[in-house]
């Protein structure tokens, strides 16, 4: 059973940074891809960065290309969300993601809150 641990999460000034992690037990990055998505207060979960398995491939939502980095630590079986230049259009709960087995799959979810 594939479980993901967020973390990272925080309150941070616009202009700020942070770094999300995802903790990923029960399978091996390098073979399934893994997702980000946050969902803002009274909005749906929407898509924001995804890593391929195979290859490692990143892909952003438009609103945080040039922002925001998806990468990845194998031998740790982590992947990270660097953040940078944070908006207060990014608050949002955090969420890791993988589809396995026609599933999805989900971590806990972690606050981002971007105010001064």
């Known amino acids: 059973q594939p479980q993901l641990v967020d973390s990272g999460g925080g309150l941070v000034q616009p202009g700020g940074s942070l770094r999300l992690s995802c903790a990923v037990s029960g399978f091996n990055i390098s073979n399934y891809l893994v997702r980000w998505y946050r969902q803002a207060p009274g909005k749906e979960r929407d898509l924001v960065a995804t890593i391929t398995g195979t290859g490692g491939s990143t892909y952003y939502r438009d609103s945080v290309k040039g922002r925001f980095t998806i990468s990845r630590d194998v031998p740790k079986n982590t992947v990270y969300l660097q953040m940078n230049s944070l908006k207060p259009e990014d608050t949002a709960v955090y969420y890791c993601?993988?589809?396995?087995?026609?599933?999805?799959?989900w971590g806990q979810g972690t606050q981002v809150t971007v105010s001064s």
């Open positions: 993601n993988t589809l396995m087995y026609g599933r999805h799959f």
